[in-house]
């Protein structure tokens, strides 16, 4: 038997892979029996590729997974009473830091009597000292109780905070599981591989494992922040805390207390009440994300009666797998979007430090995780180059197909313009634009041609040095285009120097400035 | 070829060939090299000729920015003739020479020429040992 070359191999396989992917959108909507034959056929030649890419998407989902999983582990501990219900001022770090920072806030309080003891003493009634004396009382009060003020507000806090949480913590419940569930969405063809040589079934699969791919990302990434944020969170309340005696120190001293343009009490108070309210929102938003969780998902039987209703309908035929793909997208897209209002929460609530990184993790998730490597792949196949640099050619040389101009470019048209201007009397414009750019085209080649050779080649096309006094013989465009080479060619000249000396460097310097000159000027 | 190539050649000769292009024999004339030396931008030193490292003109009028831009950047063969610069003792006085030469024309105080040299001589003798390196 005659055997097949290579090329006609080739052939044979790409045309079937390209008629096999043409066919496959319009055979995964195929109902009657050719329609279900062209569905078998078309799939059977796509199984193989299918099946590389959908392993493909199953292990980056595999890897995703682990890392949803330490996520939702992270999420699960600091939802629990065990993380909550623990008390920020118990800390010794926070009992310890307040301490020192509400004793130097006393100092400051003696020293601030003292200089009111010496101005009454010398009868000066500046600063308003009677309202500084009431306020100072009132500030001393504040500073020496902080700790308790603020500790039973974060408990408060706390508290409603646990009142949403425990349906999805109590007792040791799996609080994120209840988020993620069916985040299993990759179902295994190889369970009813005579389906998967189906194209329709091979299609919902790859649709199904890509969107769910994309939702883990975004769900990791959500579950990530909210759990970092609930522990940064409490850290806050720590720095907060120890702060809280120098803080409101500064309401004795309205303009030196300023921080950043702001009263600091007004700035620490600011802060500790937005870091309050978050807690318990996205803690309602979280309760409201696994409700939607558990529920939606009956959403696939609504879209089965749909199916069923609307057999007359063009989108009857539309597989089932199909619709069973999207419900569970539907699904997602809401989970998600509850999870992002408990970080925009925070985006709208907490103090700027936190808000601004918030809006980078966000756009980070959204943006540079996902579109960046999309992008960076799509470059990396080489297409958008290519198709950028054959379309600036286009744009400027024109485009030519089986020998007919199709579209002249930037060259072509000033080309014209020149004509026009010969046509209304300015002399040579088109002939002298010609010819220089025939020039610039034998200048091109010659300048590619000579970049080619190495020195001693260009060398061997060069005249001899002549004589003292004795004059250089007719220089040919090739010579000319050698020495101009030559010229740039700083190891040439090393080269020389270092056997030839300093002498001969500058001779052959010389003689290839001639050539040119020569050439230019015969 | 078109008589633009005359213009291109002078530049070509000046960027990359200045100790061929402009005569240095007398004093004037090398302060006038080192002069023009001086005045080049970093990314100009990097296209001098290797060849050039080894005239004094050329290294009186580098400074000391110039020097580590070839000791960072430098093809190895320029860094190899301006290692050896100064290892000549008649090309050293010559150097020292033109240096002065130069800072009295650019008004520049005694102490600034002597500065100026003996960063040139650190920062060669400093890399000295990074071109054997290079080199093996």
């Known amino acids: 038997m005659k055997r097949l070359s290579n090329q006609t191999k080739y052939t044979v396989l790409v045309g079937a892979l390209t008629a096999a992917t043409l066919l496959w959108p319009a055979s995964a909507f195929a109902q009657s029996w050719w329609e279900n034959l062209l569905d078998f056929g078309a799939g059977a030649l796509t199984a193989v590729p299918s099946a590389i890419l959908l392993g493909t998407l199953d292990i980056i989902s595999g890897i995703l997974h682990v890392i949803l999983r330490v996520a939702a582990a992270l999420l699960n501990y600091v939802a629990s009473g065990a993380f909550l219900a623990h008390p920020v001022t118990q800390y010794p770090i926070v009992q310890i830091g307040w301490r020192i920072t509400r004793d130097l806030a006393n100092m400051a309080f003696v020293l601030i009597l003292l200089w009111l003891a010496i101005t009454t003493i010398l009868r000066l009634e500046q600063y308003g000292k009677k309202e500084l004396i009431i306020r100072l009382v009132v500030i001393a009060l504040i500073i020496n109780f902080s700790l308790v003020i603020g500790g039973v507000l974060i408990d408060v806090s706390n508290r409603v905070m646990l009142l949403f949480l425990d349906p999805l913590t109590k007792g040791g419940k799996d609080g994120a599981a209840v988020i993620l569930t069916g985040s299993n969405l990759i179902k295994s063809f190889g369970d009813n591989p005579i389906s998967f040589f189906r194209t329709s079934q091979q299609l919902a699969t790859i649709v199904q494992a890509v969107f769910e791919l994309f939702f883990t990302v975004v769900m990791t990434g959500a ?128 103090g700027e430090h936190v808000s601004g990184y918030v809006g980078k993790a966000m756009t980070k998730m959204t943006g540079d995780y996902l579109r960046k490597p999309a992008l960076a792949a799509w470059r990396a196949t080489g297409v958008p180059g290519g198709v950028k640099q054959r379309w600036e050619q286009i744009k400027k040389g024109g485009l030519r197909v089986g020998g007919v101009q199709l579209y002249g470019g930037a060259q072509a048209r000033e080309l014209r313009e020149a004509r026009v201007a ?89 003689h290839l400035r001639n050539v040119v000159r020569r050439y230019v000027n015969p | 070829m078109p008589p633009t190539d005359l213009a291109e050649l002078d530049y070509v000769s000046e960027m990359i060939h200045p100790h061929l292009a402009f005569p240095h024999s007398t004093r004037a004339e090398e302060v006038a090299l080192a002069k023009r030396i001086h005045q080049k931008s970093r990314g100009e030193i990097l296209l001098l000729s290797p060849t050039a490292f080894d005239v004094p003109a050329v290294v009186a009028g580098l400074t000391a920015e110039h020097i580590e831009t070839v000791m960072r950047l430098g093809a190895l063969s320029q860094k190899r003739f301006l290692g050896t610069a100064f290892d000549v003792p008649e090309n050293a006085a010559r150097i020292e020479a033109i240096t002065q030469a130069l800072a009295e024309e650019l008004k520049a105080g005694p102490g600034d020429v002597s500065r100026q040299l003996q960063r040139l001589r650190w920062y060669i003798n400093d890399h000295r040992t990074l071109f054997s390196k290079e080199s093996a």
């Open chain 1, 223 to 350: 579950l990530l922040v909210i759990g970092a944020l609930m522990v940064v969170r409490v850290v806050y309340f720590w720095y907060l805390l120890i702060l809280a005696p120098i803080a409101w120190l500064s309401w004795a001293f309205p303009t030196i207390g300023e921080v950043g343009g702001e009263a600091g009490y007004k700035r620490w108070w600011d802060t500790f009440v937005q870091w309050l309210w978050w807690g318990p929102t996205a803690a309602f938003w979280l309760l409201i994300a696994a409700i939607a969780a558990q529920t939606l998902h009956k959403l696939p039987n609504q879209y089965a009666a749909f199916t069923a209703a609307s057999q007359s309908n063009a989108l009857a035929k539309i597989p089932s797998a199909m619709l069973t793909t999207l419900a569970p997208l539907l699904q997602y897209t809401i989970v998600v979007f509850f999870l992002f209002r408990a970080i925009a929460a925070m985006k709208k609530g907490a």
């Open chain 1, 422 to 510: 010969q046509f209304f009397g300015k002399r040579g414009a088109a002939t002298r634009l010609e010819a220089s750019r025939r020039a610039q085209d034998i200048k091109d080649l010659q300048e590619g041609r000579m970049a080619a050779l190495t020195s001693p080649e260009l060398s061997a096309l060069l005249p001899p040095i002549p004589p003292a006094g004795g004059a250089l013989p007719t220089v040919t465009e090739d010579m000319a285009a050698a020495a101009k080479e030559l010229l740039t060619r700083r190891e040439h000249f090393e080269r020389i120097r270092s056997t030839l000396g300093q002498a001969q460097e500058h001779a052959e310097y010389e």
